[in-house]
């Protein structure tokens, strides 16, 4: 796919901000650039906007968001984000991009996080979200990951104990294995995160708990719990700045009719529901879920899962994007777990439960692992284990595998491929939005100045102009409407704005298989006819606008004789 800017590495915050500022003044019938907020560490949460605003203002068109992440360190997230506008506005000649400019806003969020991932691409350390301790209470006790080799990476550390778990394996003692519960002799060790403990006192070793625990997909308002269930989750939702203004902007924006947010890491797409099962979610709206996911299958070689059936299981996971903006907002969308390194490697992930069942399982997957990173010549993201003298623990031994660069993001070769394939996927879920079309007007002379005026409006989408049902039950859906106006018209028989309810797509017209072949059978209407009658004085140019939150606005000149 041709492109502008190269895909061999990951962004920092200026020069991803660079990019989209060219954007902006490079393309400004096409782009708009401006900050949601600004975040404790001073820098800017980047919403820009795509659509070719010759073919009508962003407001009036169905809306696509695209969220590049909202985990710190999950950054290949924010390149597939750049990556998609880059490919709309190098080929935005192209017949099918020049259709979907004409035709949807995108609303792009490249870096909810900027803070975090800043820290997590210019430090050894990692980050859940945000740069602010949490719980903000206390000291951490126990080891705390430290880069003590220099070397940039924080792998993991092996410290001898004579009540170890782990030993070396003997074909290749870059493997750790579990001690057999008969063994007594050998050399056996625990395995921490490379560090330095704090508060130890000698004797038994544990890992400390994150510094910065707080997790901004735990913040939103569906399904929110407290602390004391999900240590991760904030005070109260959305009490954090980045989560705040993502909520209040999805919340403006009710023409967003699909949305997509990335994470890493696994090789999923990821579907709503997440705070309760398939079975009490709507059926239609998981129906179009199931459609899509034939898309995902063909663009990207991924696998759809539902979040609570498939995924998560009896976990809490909930103040989760997804179910906000499911439940929340109507809006459908997807929660993309970028980087599908254990399907490369040849393991089947078990999800739910998403670990190995049983240690030789596991062992074989770490085999699988080392051995997929040796045909692919990737030995720099891997140390033998080294010996290093620990300042507190004596002899100890660093190595493993780089948890940045191999395992929660790929290495910068594969990173082109990786961002291509969902670019690609967009391309195709984007015209599944509603589109709004007024088929046909109509008019015919009375007599006497009097004319009756028809117009036929319809939904082409795939999708009805309310988007998921759950739009029309959260309260905040009104009504398609439509409107004559023009010249000095007087209505003698209804109002000059008409409301229809909403139009069927595609998706929701009955049709099926039977034995007898296929037929469409009884259904919601996709097209409604709005009359008038009116009279004028002379000729005169009327116009005709259908207007929907999610499908958007559409309008159609007649003349009068």
């Known amino acids: 796919m041709k492109t502008t800017y190269a895909y061999d590495r990951y962004y920092r915050y200026d020069e991803l901000t660079a990019v989209l500022q060219g954007y902006a003044r490079d393309y400004p019938d096409l782009a708009r650039l401006t900050s949601l907020a600004a975040t404790p560490g001073g820098r800017e949460v980047w919403l820009l906007e795509l659509t070719d605003t010759a073919a009508g203002d962003f407001e009036e068109k169905p809306g696509y968001y695209l969220n590049g992440h909202v985990h710190a360190g999950e950054v290949t997230g924010s390149m597939c984000v750049l990556y998609f506008l880059d490919y709309m506005l190098t ?3 192209d017949p099918e991009v020049r259709g979907l400019l004409k035709n949807v806003t995108f609303y792009a969020v490249p870096r909810s996080v900027p803070d975090g991932a800043e820290y997590y691409l210019t430090t050894p ?6 740069c602010r301790p949490w719980p903000p209470v206390g000291e951490a006790s126990g080891v705390v990951p430290r880069d003590l080799d220099g070397d940039g990476v924080i792998r993991k550390m092996l410290v001898p104990s004579p009540y170890g778990v782990w030993k070396k394996a003997q074909d290749d003692p870059r493997v750790l294995v579990k001690r057999r519960p008969d063994e007594a002799e050998g050399t056996f060790y625990n395995v921490y995160d490379e560090g330095v403990p704090e508060g130890w006192e000698g004797g038994d070793l544990q ?19 407290t602390n004391d269930k999900l240590p991760s989750s904030g005070v109260y939702p959305l009490d954090q700045p980045e989560s705040r203004a993502l909520a209040a902007f999805s919340a403006a924006h009710p023409n967003i009719c699909s949305a997509i947010v990335y994470h890493t890491y696994s090789g999923i797409y990821l579907y709503p529901p997440g705070i309760k099962s398939r079975a009490e979610a709507d059926p239609e709206d998981m129906a179009r879920y199931d459609a899509v996911n034939d898309i995902v299958r063909e663009t990207t070689g991924f696998t759809p899962l539902c979040l609570k059936d498939d995924f998560t299981g009896d976990s809490t996971d909930s103040g989760c994007t997804d179910d906000f903006l499911h439940f929340g907002l109507g809006v459908f969308n997807y929660s993309v777990e970028c980087w599908d390194l254990w399907a ?29 990173v040796d045909q ?10 080294t010996p290093f003298d620990h300042p507190q623990l004596g002899r100890v031994e660093l190595g493993g595998v780089d948890p940045k660069r191999l395992l929660q993001n790929p290495p910068p070769r594969f990173l082109p491929e ?15 939005l509603p589109r709004l079309v007024i088929r046909q007007v109509k008019t015919t002379p009375l007599g006497g100045g009097l004319y009756r005026v028809e117009a036929f409006v319809c939904n082409a989408g795939y999708m009805p102009t309310q988007g998921l049902n759950e739009f029309l039950k959260s309260g905040l859906c009104r009504d398609v409407t439509v409107e004559l106006s023009g010249g000095d018209l007087r209505f003698a028989d209804g109002a000059p704005v008409r ?24 259904h919601n209407p996709a097209e409604k006819k709005v009359s008038w009658i009116v009279a004028a004085d002379g000729p005169a140019t009327l116009t005709v606008t259908a207007r929907s939150q999610r499908a958007g606005t559409v309008r159609q000149q007649i003349s009068l004789p």
């Open 418 to 432: 990786e961002v291509e394939k969902h670019t690609r996927f967009i391309l195709r879920h984007a015209r599944t």
């Open 344 to 372: 490369r490697c040849g393991i089947d992930l078990p999800f739910p439960n998403f670990g190995a069942a049983s240690d030789r399982e596991g062992e074989e997957w770490c085999r699988k692992l080392y051995r997929w």
């Open 207 to 225: 890992p400390a708990p994150p510094v910065y625990g707080l997790d901004l997909n735990r913040n939103f308002p569906m399904g929110w719990v």
């Open 376 to 385: 692919n010549g990737l030995g720099e993201y891997i140390l033998d284990w």
């Open 499 to 522: 409301e229809i309810g909403q139009l069927e797509g595609f998706s929701g017209v009955n049709s099926r298989y039977s034995f007898f072949g296929v037929d469409t059978a009884p």
């Open 91 to 93: 080929n935005r000649e």
């Open 125 to 130: 350390g990692t980050v859940r979200s945000f």
